[in-house]
C-alpha cells in the first residue's frame, strides 16, 4: 500500500476511534441518543415524576454544580501535560495505521488503554449516579426503578415497531 493511501486511510480512521467517547456521551432531549435510540437514566422528567421535595432538589442541584466544576477542573491543572498525552496516544494510533504490517499486540495495548479510560469514566459516571440515587427516600426509589422499566418497555416497543416496518 503507498504512503499516500496510508495518510488518507489514517486521517480518516483516526478522528473515528478517538471520538467515540464523544459520540456514545451524546444525548438529546427527549431521551433519545443517536438515531433515536432510547436512554435510561437520570433525566428531569422522571425526577419530576419523583415529587421530590425542596431539600432534595436543593441536594441535586448542589451534587450537578459540584459534579459540573469537578469536570470543569480536571482539565485545568496541566494542559500542556494532557495534550501531550493526546499527541503520544495519536501518535502511537498513527503508527500502527501507518506501518507495513498490521501488529495485534500494538492493537491490543492500545484498545486496552482506551478500554481503561473508558472504564473510569463509567466508574465516575456510576459513582454519580449512586450519589443521586442515595438522595431518593426508598419509596421514591421503588418509583424510580419502577419508572425505569416503563420507560425501557416503552423503548423496546418502539425499536419493535421500527424493525417491522
Keep these: 500500500m503507498k504512503m499516500t493511501k496510508k495518510l488518507i486511510i489514517a486521517s480518516v480512521v483516526l478522528p473515528l476511534v478517538l471520538s467515540t467517547g464523544s459520540a456514545f456521551a451524546f444525548g438529546g432531549k427527549d431521551n433519545k441518543g443517536h438515531k433515536g435510540e ?67 499486540a500494538k492493537a491490543t495495548e492500545i484498545a486496552q488503554k482506551m478500554a481503561q479510560k473508558q472504564i473510569k469514566r463509567q466508574v465516575s459516571l456510576l459513582n454519580n449516579q449512586y450519589q443521586m440515587i442515595s438522595i431518593l427516600t426508598p419509596e421514591q426509589k421503588t418509583k424510580f426503578v419502577e419508572l425505569q422499566k416503563e420507560r425501557l418497555n416503552d423503548c423496546a416497543e418502539k425499536r419493535a415497531d421500527r424493525h417491522d416496518k
Design 38 to 104: 432510547c436512554r435510561v437514566g437520570m433525566d428531569r422528567g422522571i425526577m419530576k415524576q419523583l415529587e421530590l421535595t425542596d431539600i432534595q432538589k436543593e441536594q441535586f442541584k448542589t451534587l450537578r454544580k459540584a459534579t459540573k466544576e469537578e469536570r470543569k477542573n480536571k482539565g485545568k491543572d496541566k494542559p500542556e501535560q494532557h495534550q501531550a498525552k493526546r499527541l503520544a496516544d495519536f501518535e502511537k494510533v498513527n503508527s500502527l495505521l501507518l506501518a507495513d504490517k498490521f501488529d495485534p
